[in-house]
């Protein structure tokens, strides 16, 4: 069935360092993708999603592109600060409503 | 604006008790969803409903867990009797009608059975 697969983490960075999450998706069909991100102590948010291949979605310093020859949506951000340290989540939709997520990637950013 | 609502935000209680988790999604959203999260299987959908009418329940782990939608703005997750097993965080869960919707999420209950 339809599902993302992320890099395994922990992934800890010094703030102002490159930061890259790699996900990767199997599909049927050209599903529509998304990054939540879960900040300690509190529930997913959508931080960005792309709908369509080559599509790039931004949000906060973070973006991710929709590679449809690759079959991937790598989230990258080009500064990290302390307070992106949480956990990253890959998703795509398996129908119209159910959502399917990878395992999580948590970041820690040191000062 | 109000988002998801979920109480309590954590629950401590013995095994063999009933436990009632609760949910009051955003005003309009017409789909409601529970979610558990734990290390080991991260996050799994329980049940999802729309319209107060449960959908897809194929993610509820045992007929120990119920799930009940009464009314658009309050949705209940039971487990009776509970097991230690059942220990994880549970998140509800809305989003409005349509394709590919973001959901919201809320802070979820962060349950222990001891």
């Known amino acids: 069935g339809d599902s993302v697969t992320q890099m395994e983490g922990p992934v800890t960075l010094s703030e102002e360092a490159f930061l890259t999450i790699n996900c990767t998706y199997t599909?049927?069909?050209?599903?529509?993708l998304f990054w939540y991100v879960q900040y300690p102590g509190e529930g997913l948010q959508l931080l960005l999603k792309a709908t369509k291949a080559d599509d790039k979605g931004s949000n906060k310093g973070f973006e991710a592109t929709y590679r449809k020859e690759t079959t991937s949506f790598h989230l990258e951000k080009g500064s990290v600060q302390v307070s992106d340290s949480a956990v990253y989540f890959c998703?795509?939709?398996?129908?119209?409503?159910?959502?399917?997520f990878g395992a999580g990637t948590t970041v820690t950013v040191r000062a | 604006d109000a988002g998801v609502i979920q109480s309590p935000r954590h629950e401590v209680t013995e095994m063999g008790q009933e436990v009632t988790l609760r949910c009051k999604p955003i005003?309009?959203?017409?789909?409601l969803f529970w979610y558990r999260q734990t290390m080991m299987r991260g996050l799994e959908l329980l049940i999802y409903?729309?319209?107060?009418?449960?959908?897809?329940d194929s993610g509820m782990p045992e007929d120990r867990f119920s799930a009940k939608m009464p009314n658009a703005s309050f949705s209940t997750l039971k487990i009776q009797p509970s097991e230690p097993r059942d220990s994880a965080v549970y998140f509800c869960a809305s989003s409005f009608s349509g394709r590919y919707q973001p959901q919201h999420f809320g802070d979820g209950t962060r349950l222990s059975i001891l």
């Open positions: 005003s309009g959203h017409d789909y």
């Open positions: 599909a049927t069909g050209y599903p529509s």
């Open positions: 998703a795509l939709y398996i129908n119209d409503y159910k959502l399917s």
């Open positions: 409903f729309n319209n107060n009418v449960p959908i897809d």
